[in-house]
């Protein structure tokens, strides 16, 4: 896919130095410099507190066909990701892009020789929650793009989002591409019930020149916002 179709099928448009942050002018020329920082990611290893967000799902979301509990995480993750313009940005070729629908990634793993299949979900953005439900189960269960076909350019944009529920890690970083475009990584590791705590470590990585500490502050609470929020039982999208 070259840039001008993933500008197309993904909505994005290309930015003005008018329409970046001056924060994001200045980190991508220090951040992006090897004399100053060799690698531009940050990552971190968070315990999300699961409690709540587990009741509400069970009493307003559960009921849907294909529903599961890491799918409201990803679906809420995408719409919080959304609402932070600051994630959805990338730099290609030089230039800063603004995408607005932009695909997840998903590795899945299935054993033997493959090891695992890449799921790509397009349009999160714009689905209810029963319209994803579907869409993640039949993802998940019949995955299509085998190892090493999943196009570079869709690879390099798109919202990384990784589990792995049989590991209870306490850090964990991920390798990074050669195309540095900027975008986030996400892996959510074994969620653990301890009592009347349930909770999930979360590793995250971003591309410092993107964002920072305070606006993974501002995504953080809005996704707990949104994963408490019970009237998204209701079918509605994201804003």
Same mark, same amino acid.
């Given at each position: 896919m070259n840039l001008s179709a993933a500008l197309a099928r993904y909505q994005g448009v290309k930015l003005t130095r008018n329409e970046i942050s001056q924060y994001q002018h200045w980190a991508r020329s220090y951040f992006h410099n090897e004399a100053y920082v060799v690698n =531009?990611?940050?990552?971190? *290893?968070? *315990?999300? #507190?699961? @409690? $709540? @967000?587990? $009741? /509400?799902? #069970? &009493? +307003? !979301?559960?009921?849907? =066909?294909? &529903? +599961? !509990?890491?799918?409201?995480? /990803?679906?809420?993750?995408v719409k919080a990701l959304r609402q932070e313009w600051t994630f959805s940005t990338r730099v290609i070729e030089g230039n800063w892009y603004l995408f607005n629908n932009l695909p997840v990634h998903m590795p899945l793993a299935v054993g033997g020789d493959l090891r695992f299949k890449d799921v790509i979900l397009e349009n999160v953005i714009s689905m209810d929650w029963k319209t994803f439900s579907q869409c993640y189960r039949q993802a998940i269960d019949t995955p299509t793009n085998e190892i090493g076909t999943l196009d570079q350019l869709v690879w390099a944009i798109s919202i990384f989002i990784g589990n792995l529920p049989n590991l209870n890690f306490t850090s964990f970083q991920i390798h990074r591409g050669t195309v540095k475009t900027g975008r986030p990584l996400f892996y959510f590791g074994q969620r653990q019930q301890d009592d009347s705590r349930y909770s999930a470590p979360l590793s995250i990585s971003f591309d410092h020149a993107n964002a920072d500490p305070y606006v993974l502050d501002r995504l953080l609470r809005n996704y707990h916002r949104l994963l408490n929020s019970e009237c998204q039982a209701g079918g509605g999208t994201a804003p």
């Open positions: =531009p990611y940050l990552s971190m *290893t968070l *315990t999300l #507190e699961l @409690d $709540r @967000d587990r $009741r /509400v799902y #069970e &009493a +307003s !979301f559960q009921h849907e =066909p294909g &529903a +599961s !509990f890491q799918g409201y995480l /990803v679906w809420n993750l």
